[in-house]
């Protein structure tokens, strides 16, 4: 089985590297410019995270890890499925919608725009914002163009924060995932695909191919749930159940929300992970004796 992963310069290659590490033994003794390694009959490559649904399409290798964000925005800027299946959680992150509070929004700033379009197609009262692709860094652009907005990969939510954009919401959470061509495995390996859940692709996916729109832009109003909808309605985020229970951190946060909703994942992650980047903030201003 040839497996493609995350490569040095990819956010995902830290978190990713626990798990490869223990699946090819004597990988993290490698010389550090070597990208791929080999372990009996199976071979780790070692790529750009955002070719890997390429490489696994192609049939370049069998089996790819990366974000679940990447294979979604590859499967749907090529009209093509990949079989994503979930992983133990490493990163969790949110693909975000993200604004200046009372902008007329005329243009949206993403790394993610075959999502943009998607997401845009199945709001309610979208109309027609220009997409602009740019390849990150791309929080100081939204805040300078009064009619800017931007959807990002968003972990902590500082940065958004640093630059002004308090209007942000989640469309879908991300975390890395193992993604194939076919629900079949392609060759005895070291993963046990049957045993591993297949992960579904966003409702609003399903809703932008369809031409219907369902979600309405508004605080409170996240288009992360996996569960169909009757036409025209709204995805209360209060209301529908979060596809991945095991990925809201504990203590789970009360509030207007039902236990267990995407809302509660959302509240819930969102707040200790800002808290923790609060902490980590002021102990370092605190150490270099303030600003």
């Not at 390849?135 to 931007?150: K, L, N, Q, W, Y």
């Not at 995932?177 to 046990?192: E, K, N, Q, W």
Request: aromatic share 8%; proline share 6%.
């Amino acid at each position: 089985m040839i497996v493609a992963a995350p490569g040095s310069s990819s956010r995902l290659h830290g978190p990713v590297a626990g798990l490869t590490t223990g699946l090819f033994p004597g990988l993290a003794r490698g010389h550090p410019r070597s990208l791929w390694h080999r372990a009996a009959a199976d071979t780790l490559v070692l790529c750009r995270g955002f070719d890997i649904p390429q490489l696994v399409a192609t049939g370049v290798v069998d089996v790819g890890i990366t974000g679940y964000d990447v294979c979604v925005e590859w499967s749907l800027a090529r009209a093509e499925r990949l079989v994503l299946r979930a992983l133990p959680a490493v990163r969790t992150s949110f693909v975000t919608y993200c604004t200046v509070p009372g902008r007329d929004v005329r243009t949206i700033y993403t790394e993610y725009p075959a999502i943009t379009r998607a997401w845009i197609t199945a709001r309610a009262g979208a109309g027609e914002p220009r997409v602009v692709t740019l390849h990150g860094s791309t929080e100081g652009v939204i805040r300078a163009d009064p009619h800017g907005a931007g959807v990002l990969l968003v972990t902590s939510g500082e940065t958004l924060a640093v630059n002004g954009l308090d209007h942000d919401i989640p469309l879908m959470a991300t975390d890395v995932c193992l993604v194939t061509r076919t629900a079949d495995s392609p060759v005895p390996g070291v993963f046990d695909l049957a045993a591993m859940p297949v992960l579904e692709m966003p409702s609003f996916m399903a809703a932008a191919a369809a031409g219907r729109k369902r979600c309405g832009l508004m605080p409170g109003w996240i288009a992360v749930s996996e569960q169909w909808l009757d036409t025209g309605a709204r995805l209360d985020s209060g209301a529908v159940a979060f596809h991945r229970p095991d990925l809201v951190v504990r203590p789970e946060l009360t509030g207007w929300w039902d236990f267990g909703s995407v809302e509660a994942f959302y509240q819930s992650n969102r707040y200790l992970q800002r808290a923790c980047a609060t902490t980590t903030r002021d102990r370092s201003r605190g150490s270099h004796g303030g600003d």
